[in-house]
């Protein structure tokens, strides 16, 4: 036929293996990434990341273009596994394996669209040497996504404790440029999609990014994307 085969096949259904998915720079599944189960019902892709409009080299002109494909985000994954193995010789494929789904997104929530979700290399790394997850709610993890943002941001924390959550932007001078509050799980990895009519209307420029949880203020610098 003319259309692509939506479901994963071999060797992606094999047992032993890593299936890897494809998103966009957004975190959103690609059109063409296979989605699963396997036909056995076991979580298939296993995990995802980048495929979409990675940058490589042209065959043609020596130009930098972007592509897309599972042949792209799984070399990623395959580079990510390679350094934890590295970083902890000890260990065998198939803990590296189990660390790598462990780590991702959606690790509690699998789909068949990104399977456990994107992978976290921090968080693996930590789960090699033995780390509790739960101990990451001291390590002040807070990651911001997209780099800049324009119309909303993602943040992704660990809650340790807290049921609410505050978050502030701040100009260069300090002054409050833009102000929300939520409601949160308790001991819980969340990936906040924040999206407001205030945030669209902020200008352009440079942001502190301030959130407040249970008694503890992470930070990071932020960049608003100009229209």
């Known amino acids: ?126 789960l090699l040497g033995g780390s509790d997850l739960t101990g990451l709610a001291g390590s002040k993890v807070l990651q911001v996504q997209p780099v800049p943002f324009d119309d909303f941001f993602v943040v992704e924390l660990f809650t340790g404790a807290a049921d609410r959550v505050k978050l502030q932007l701040t100009d260069a001078a300090g002054r409050i440029a833009w102000q929300a509050e939520q409601v949160v799980d308790t001991e819980a990895y969340l990936q906040l999609r924040v999206q407001d009519e205030p945030l669209q209307r902020l200008g352009a420029g440079v942001y502190v990014l301030q959130v407040e949880l249970g008694g503890t203020t992470l930070a990071r610098q932020v960049v608003k994307a100009g229209r």
Request: with cysteine; hydrophobic share 45%; proline share 6%.
């Open 1 to 126: 036929g003319n259309n692509g085969w939506f479901h994963i096949g071999a060797p992606a259904d094999a047992f032993g293996i890593l299936a890897v998915g494809a998103v966009d720079h957004d975190r959103r599944t690609a059109s063409f990434s296979s989605r699963g189960p396997s036909v056995d019902g076991r979580v298939k892709p296993d995990v995802a990341a980048v495929g979409v409009q990675c940058a490589a080299l042209s065959p043609w002109d020596a130009a930098i273009i972007g592509v897309n494909g599972t042949s792209f985000s799984s070399p990623l994954v395959a580079g990510a596994a390679a350094c934890l193995w590295q970083l902890h010789p000890d260990r065998s494929n198939v803990e590296i394996m189990d660390a790598i789904r462990r780590s991702a997104s959606q690790w509690d929530a699998p789909d068949a669209e990104q399977g456990f979700g994107i992978p976290d290399l921090w968080r693996a790394h930590l």
